[in-house]
């Protein structure tokens, strides 16, 4: 056995995964619209708006803060309009919200939200209980979700669901998401967000992914959403950041979770995935004391144990 990171041999043993991680990356906070969206009780508006301060000022530069989608089906995003209207204006904070539809997409318009995601499952059962139509159906409506939101001047992010297999139907063929990749990417998306809506995902299946994905994507940047429901999250993260992946969306506390999936869990955390990037020496421009901070707080207020784990621990040189 040999240490210092040489073969036995000798010679220094290749590291391409290494040497193609990002020296940065965006981190897009979820947490107000796919992690309040799970939650049972109501949570006010007032308490959103107060919440989505304290992330804002840990540092983000883009937040995810309602979906424009269907009150009976989705209560807590019933205020979205309201919560949009009150949203903080800050230089260098970008707000987005996630439209199912194209009256989801009208209503963020009207709304003035800049950066809008249009998005569709690739799997049909998820499909029909998420958007009531047939995945062609959605895909047919998310091209023109995607022209109408460039055409009223947003930057308009592509979001494939179940991109890494649905509990309904078990895998999806990647040739169906590089097909929808790409004709989202000849609509007139900025952006392309692959998620793991199911928490199905392995690293496997994520570097296969991605290496039929990014070449139809072409110049665009790809993101994934990964859901961390058989604990895989940050393995998979891990995973895409080697094929240079410099989006990626989390949840505060690991929250979250699809209201039309069985066992459905959260995000990743994202103090977790702070954590995780800065001990690999990649920079987030978010402050991981802040965040804990909101997690703590959301914690307090929900009234359990979130699914996060860095939150949870003491800083170093901290009091216990």
């Not at 949203?87 to 709304?111: F, I, K, M, Q, Y």
């Not at 990749?181 to 991605?210: C, F, K, Q």
């Not at 994905?213 to 072409?218: E, K, N, Y």
Request: with cysteine; hydrophobic share 45%; proline share 5%.
């Amino acid at each position: 056995m040999t240490f210092g990171g040489r073969h036995p041999g000798g010679e220094s043993p290749q590291s391409p995964w290494r040497d193609r991680l990002p020296a940065s990356v965006i981190l897009t906070e979820v947490g107000p619209r796919d992690g309040f969206q799970f939650e049972s009780a109501i949570i006010p508006t007032d308490l959103k708006i107060e919440f989505i301060r304290m992330l804002a000022d840990a540092g983000f530069s883009r937040i995810q803060a309602v979906a424009f989608v269907h009150p009976e089906k989705v209560p807590q995003m019933a205020d979205a309009a309201e919560v949009a209207r009150r949203l903080p204006r800050r230089d260098g904070l970008t707000w987005s919200a996630l439209a199912l539809n194209l009256r989801g997409v009208e209503r963020a318009l009207d709304a003035g939200m800049e950066r809008i995601e249009a998005s569709v499952s690739a799997s049909d059962a998820h499909s029909l209980r998420n958007a009531g139509m047939d995945r062609r159906a959605a895909l047919g409506q998310g091209v023109a979700m995607i022209r109408r939101a460039a055409a009223g001047g947003a930057t308009v992010i592509g979001g494939i669901q179940c991109a890494l297999g649905c509990v309904f139907e078990g895998e999806i063929p990647i040739e169906r998401v590089a097909e929808m990749v790409a004709e989202m990417a000849g609509a007139g998306a900025d952006a392309i967000t692959l998620a793991d809506t199911t928490g199905m995902g392995n690293p496997l299946s994520v570097s296969r992914l991605l290496e039929r994905v990014l070449p139809v994507a072409g110049g665009l940047e790809v993101g994934m959403h990964f859901h961390d429901t058989r604990g895989l999250g940050l393995a998979n993260l891990a995973i895409a950041l080697g094929f240079g992946i410099r989006s990626f969306d989390a949840s505060v506390g690991g929250l979250g979770g699809c209201p039309f999936v069985p066992g459905a869990a959260g995000n990743i955390p994202t103090e977790d995935t702070v954590h995780l990037l800065a001990a690999m020496g990649i920079e987030t421009g978010i402050d991981l004391e802040r965040l804990k901070g909101c997690a703590r707080a959301l914690s307090v207020y929900l009234g359990r144990t979130l699914p996060g784990r860095i939150y949870r621990l003491d800083s170093p040189g901290s009091e216990s």
